[in-house]
Nanobody, 122 residues
Framework: QVQLVESGGGLVQAGGSLRLSCAFSGRSFRSYHMGWFRQTPGTEREFVAGINWSGQYTNYADSVKGRFTISRDNAKNTVYLQMNNLKPEDTAVFHC???????????????WGQGTQVTVAS
């Protein structure tokens, strides 16, 4: 019943930008914090950015601070990740995830999308 579908990935040159979208379907989208994670083969899943249920609070991994911006539009059941000044080391499969509660830090994530590939060429 709960689904998250990512889109917006692709191939870009270093220094370029991409905007990822995550469309959520299911009940009570507005009640949950949302996050973006990324993973490359042979590496652990890495937290990228999170946003609380209302969009008032956000958290970012140190590696993306100042370059990435997470936002959400609850009326559209969608969370976004604007990625600027992309670097080759950003190359990964990016996954959208739904938190198990409304506030960041209060709980983990319980539903995950299939992911969208982001490739940054040098």
């Amino acid at each position: 019943q709960v689904q998250l579908v990512e889109s917006g990935g692709g191939l870009v040159q270093a220094g370029g930008s991409l905007r990822l979208s995550c469309a959520f379907s299911g009940r009570s989208f507005r009640s949950y914090h949302m996050g973006w994670f990324r993973q490359t083969p042979g590496t652990e899943r890495e937290f990228v950015a999170g946003i609380n249920w209302s969009g008032q609070y956000t958290n970012y991994a140190d590696s993306v601070k100042g370059r990435f911006t997470i936002s959400r539009d609850n009326a559209k059941n969608t969370v976004y990740l604007q990625m600027n000044n992309l670097k080759p080391e950003d190359t990964a499969v990016f996954h959208c995830a739904r938190g198990g509660c409304g506030e960041l830090g209060a709980c983990g994530y319980d539903f995950w999308g299939q992911g969208t590939q982001v490739t940054v060429a040098s």
